[in-house]
């Protein structure tokens, strides 16, 4: 299941990354500076990889996501596809760009218009990008509807006719039509039941195996990124704070972060809910601290957490953690991979 990570040959290096949202510029007075969403985030993810992004809600996983695929412009840093740098362009010229990058919606229905059947919904794209064949359109369609598990029959029908797993699914066809590189999932699972869940993850890793597809897989739903995932991001106010394989995440993390997260989890297995978690609630926008921005609800932290701020560095192999204290932290029990 595990695909090899190697940073060299990424598909996808995103160096210093930050985007800062509510910049304005007042009528009286000087510039206000915004909040900094993403916070100088570094990733790679490899050709035919399935990355987990985790962060409570708010941590800036979707600003991530709306910034590699262009629709948020970054402020600093680079993004690097597939060798190629995209980085520093306005919105529009950074959508173009980055057209190997598509963007599944946690509700698809929310983007297909109610009043055009599934086929039309879908051809929209190929028609913005100069496909100006409806026979090729309409056999893409009905291709990628197969690709899905669904009847290219399907094409025909409208929204309101289906139920959410299947809209699930052809919201997974419309960004297959356009034969996308790396396909950013934002909580792909969110409220649909365990069977259909268990159905659409098994769909993911189908179309990953046939396809060669890669994966940003974005969630809050630890149970999922476990079942799914070969690596995991665990992301804090807009910080990347520990990458690890998944078996090793779960089994020994390194950030107390992570930790914490693991032990407020209601679905892992219940050798994990020995561990801590995490205090109080995160500081509000723009008042993010000083130094490690967890310290002050890290059970672990120290003067000097507060003054520096900690860099990504590896504890070992493809483990890289974010934490002062890392190297003095008591271990943690271990879990089976399940």
């Given at each position: 299941?595990?695909?090899?990570?190697d940073?060299?040959g990424?598909?996808?290096?995103?160096?210093?990354?930050?985007?800062?949202?509510?910049?304005?510029?007042?009528?009286?007075?000087?510039?206000?500076?915004?909040?900094?969403?993403v916070?100088?985030?570094?990733?790679d993810?490899?050709?035919?990889?399935?990355?987990?992004?985790?962060?409570?809600?708010?941590?800036?996983?979707?600003?991530?996501?709306?910034?590699?695929?262009?629709?948020?412009?970054?402020?600093?840093?680079?993004?690097?596809?597939?060798?190629?740098?995209?980085?520093?362009?306005?919105?529009?010229?950074?959508?173009?760009?980055?057209?190997?990058?598509?963007y599944?919606?946690?509700?698809?229905?929310?983007?297909?218009?109610?009043?055009?059947?599934?086929?039309?919904?879908?051809?929209?794209?190929?028609?913005?990008?100069?496909?100006?064949?409806?026979?090729?359109?309409?056999?893409?369609?009905?291709?990628?509807?197969?690709?899905?598990?669904?009847?290219?029959?399907?094409?025909?029908?409208?929204?309101?006719?289906?139920?959410?797993?299947?809209?699930?699914?052809?919201?997974?066809?419309?960004?297959?039509?356009?034969?996308?590189?790396?396909?950013?999932?934002d909580?792909?699972?969110?409220?649909?039941?365990?069977?259909?869940?268990?159905?659409?993850?098994?769909?993911?890793r189908?179309?990953?195996?046939?396809?060669?597809?890669?994966?940003?897989?974005?969630?809050?739903?630890?149970?999922?990124?476990?079942?799914?995932?070969?690596?995991?991001?665990?992301?804090?106010?807009?910080?990347?704070?520990?990458?690890?394989?998944?078996?090793?995440?779960?089994?020994?993390?390194r950030?107390?972060?992570?930790?914490?997260?693991?032990?407020?989890?209601?679905?892992?297995?219940?050798?994990?809910?020995?561990?801590?978690?995490?205090?109080?609630?995160?500081?509000?926008?723009?008042?993010?601290p000083?130094?490690?921005?967890?310290?002050?609800r890290?059970?672990?932290?120290?003067?000097?957490?507060?003054?520096?701020?900690?860099?990504?560095?590896?504890?070992?192999?493809?483990?890289l953690?974010?934490?002062l204290?890392?190297?003095?932290?008591?271990?943690?029990?271990?879990?089976?991979?399940?």
């Open positions: 299941m595990t695909a090899a990570y940073a060299n990424a598909i996808l290096q995103v160096r210093g990354l930050v985007t800062v949202l509510g910049r304005q510029r007042p009528l009286v007075g000087r510039r206000s500076a915004g909040v900094r969403a916070d100088g985030v570094d990733l993810i490899a050709p035919g990889e399935i990355l987990g992004l985790v962060g409570e809600s708010g941590c800036g996983k979707s600003t991530l996501a709306r910034t590699l695929l262009g629709v948020q412009r970054e402020s600093e840093g680079n993004i690097v596809l597939d060798g190629r740098s995209v980085g520093g362009l306005d919105p529009g010229e950074a959508r173009r760009t980055r057209g190997d990058i598509q599944v919606h946690q509700d698809p229905g929310a983007a297909l218009d109610p009043w055009w059947s599934i086929g039309r919904s879908l051809e929209e794209g190929l028609a913005i990008r100069g496909n100006r064949s409806p026979a090729d359109r309409e056999a893409r369609v009905r291709r990628a509807l197969s690709e899905v598990g669904l009847d290219p029959a399907t094409a025909g029908r409208y929204p309101h006719e289906l139920s959410g797993g299947q809209l699930r699914r052809v919201g997974i066809a419309r960004i297959l039509v356009l034969e996308p590189r790396l396909v950013i999932l909580e792909p699972t969110a409220g649909l039941d365990l069977s259909v869940q268990a159905t659409v993850l098994r769909l993911l189908d179309l990953r195996a046939r396809l060669g597809l890669t994966y940003l897989f974005i969630s809050h739903d630890l149970s999922v990124v476990r079942r799914l995932c070969d690596r995991i991001a665990i992301m804090y106010l807009g910080r990347i704070v520990e990458t690890a394989a998944t078996d090793l995440a779960f089994s020994a993390p950030h107390p972060y992570t930790r914490a997260l693991l032990a407020a989890s209601p679905r892992l297995d219940s050798e994990l809910v020995q561990r801590v978690p995490v205090m109080g609630e995160p500081p509000k926008p723009g008042a993010i000083p130094g490690c921005a967890f310290h002050p890290c059970r672990y932290a120290e003067p000097h957490c507060a003054r520096s701020r900690p860099v990504l560095e590896s504890a070992e192999s493809s483990h953690v974010s934490c204290r890392w190297r003095d932290l008591p271990a943690e029990p271990t879990a089976s991979a399940t």
